[in-house]
């Protein structure tokens, strides 16, 4: 289920996650489905979904359920947020060639050419749940059209 909700000059289309290690491959399909949709390039598709699966997979091993995959438009970028309830900030680190884990953040950082942060709030589909939001921006070269929202004025 999408929640869309109109807040001042932003649309935000909000899905709740799994709770899993499944999360990730959801949020992989749900951002290419929604981007490209809205006709985001396919390069930019592409980033935005390598960075949601490192997000989503940050917030599924470090952070605490329930987790929420969120897309805000505002002026000439989409905002892709992935909330979770911990209180925890993430921290880029440099993993060494045999580490597994600790590279995510990173990704993310060259990826959105440091257009990506942190905040600290409610949920958009829950507004009890408080906890943190990772994100990043995409540019968007063109206008992002999203659906009319029943009972907005003509």
């Given at each position: 289920?999408?929640?869309?909700?109109?807040?001042?000059?932003?649309?935000?289309?909000?899905?709740?996650?799994r709770?899993?290690?499944?999360?990730?491959?959801?949020?992989?399909q749900?951002?290419?489905?929604a981007?490209?949709?809205?006709?985001?390039?396919?390069?930019?598709?592409?980033d935005?979904?390598?960075?949601?699966?490192?997000?989503?997979?940050n917030?599924?091993?470090?952070?605490?359920?329930?987790?929420?995959?969120?897309?805000?438009?505002?002026?000439?970028e989409?905002?892709?947020?992935?909330?979770?309830?911990?209180?925890?900030?993430?921290?880029?680190?440099?993993?060494g060639?045999?580490?597994?884990?600790?590279?995510?953040?990173?990704?993310?950082l060259?990826?959105?050419?440091?257009?990506?942060?942190?905040?600290?709030g409610?949920?958009?589909?829950?507004?009890?749940?408080?906890?943190?939001?990772?994100?990043?921006?995409?540019?968007?070269?063109?206008?992002?059209?999203?659906?009319r929202?029943?009972?907005?004025?003509?």
């Amino acid at each position: 289920m999408v929640t869309l909700v109109r807040e001042q000059t932003a649309i935000i289309a909000a899905w709740p996650l799994r709770d899993d290690t499944r999360a990730a491959a959801q949020a992989r399909q749900l951002t290419r489905g929604a981007l490209t949709a809205l006709g985001i390039d396919a390069e930019s598709v592409d980033d935005a979904v390598l960075m949601v699966s490192e997000l989503v997979s940050n917030a599924v091993l470090y952070g605490d359920a329930p987790f929420e995959l969120v897309l805000r438009s505002k002026q000439d970028e989409l905002y892709i947020e992935v909330l979770d309830m911990g209180i925890i900030n993430p921290v880029v680190r440099t993993a060494g060639v045999e580490e597994e884990h600790g590279r995510g953040l990173g990704i993310v950082l060259d990826l959105s050419e440091g257009r990506c942060g942190c905040r600290h709030g409610a949920a958009y589909s829950t507004r009890q749940a408080h906890g943190k939001a990772v994100w990043f921006a995409i540019p968007v070269s063109c206008e992002v059209s999203l659906p009319r929202l029943s009972g907005d004025a003509a």
